[in-house]
T-cell receptor
Framework: EAQVTQNPRYLITVTGKKLTVTCSQN?????MSWYRQDPGLGLRQIYY???????DKGDVPEGYKVSRKEKRNFPLILESPSPNQTSLYFC??????????????FGPGTRLTVL | LAKTTQPISMDSYEGQEVNITCSHN???????ITWYQQFPSQGPRFIIQ???TKVTNEVASLFIPADRKSSTLSLPRVSLSDTAVYYC?????????????FGKGTRLSVIA
């Protein structure tokens, strides 16, 4: 089944404790992206990657890191989480090729709480 | 960066056609217009996308005027299960160095 998976689905942590949220897709997509969603603010893009070893900042990259060492994986790293990073996080992937528009496939989400 | 403006919320009765309009005055030549649907605590789901004129699939139609400064998502004969938030997204993934902006979406409530 074609899908985007995220782990963990739920995470409660404390300020300053480094964490990684994994994202993996099995569709051989070139484009991958991370979003956060907060009440009243809609979806905001954190980082995206056009291909392996190519990453770019989205709208709200502060406090986050990403890496794209393999095509299928795009982990989101919070080196020193703070309470304002409490949010619902979504990973997405897409073919990302010219002429194919913007269809993105989203993962189920990771609900992160930073105390 | 093409910014979008949508109504915050809409109500509709079951069986009616619903039209949600999105304004995007500074759309770029290469930008696509894409609509997503999101249910609570789930990831957004792609509905439809277009570049110009009209696009129709099994769930919706998308109308784009010649100037492309707005677009209208049309949902025929909505049901209770269409209650969700709908996002209009303008841009193109492959252009690189341009983040995509989803905006705040339109909350559609379908009433029996």
């Amino acid at each position: 089944e074609a899908q985007v998976t995220q782990n963990p689905r739920y995470l409660i942590t404390v300020t300053g404790k480094k964490l990684t949220v994994t994202c993996s897709q099995n569709m051989n997509h070139e484009y991958m992206s991370w979003y956060r969603q907060d009440p009243g603010l809609g979806l905001r893009q954190i980082y995206y990657s056009m291909n392996v070893e190519v990453t770019d900042k989205g709208d709200v990259p502060e406090g986050y890191k990403v890496s794209r060492k393999e095509k299928r994986n795009f982990p989101l790293i919070l080196e020193s989480p703070s309470p304002n990073q409490t949010s619902l996080y979504f990973c997405a992937s897409s073919l990302g090729r010219e002429g194919l528009g913007n269809e993105q496939f989203f993962g189920p989400g990771t609900r992160l709480t930073v105390l | 960066l093409a910014k979008t403006t949508q109504p915050i919320s809409m109500d509709s009765y079951e069986g009616q056609e619903v039209n949600i309009t999105c304004s995007h005055n500074n759309i770029a030549t290469n930008d696509y217009i894409t609509w997503y649907q999101q249910f609570p605590s789930q990831g957004p789901r792609f509905i439809i996308q277009g570049y110009k004129t009209k696009v129709t699939n099994e769930v919706a139609s998308l109308f784009i005027p010649a100037d492309r400064k707005s677009s209208t998502l049309s949902l025929p004969r909505v049901s209770l299960s269409d209650t969700a938030v709908y996002y209009c997204l303008v841009g193109v993934l492959y252009s690189g160095n341009t983040p995509l902006v989803f905006g705040k979406g339109t909350r559609l409530s379908v009433i029996a």
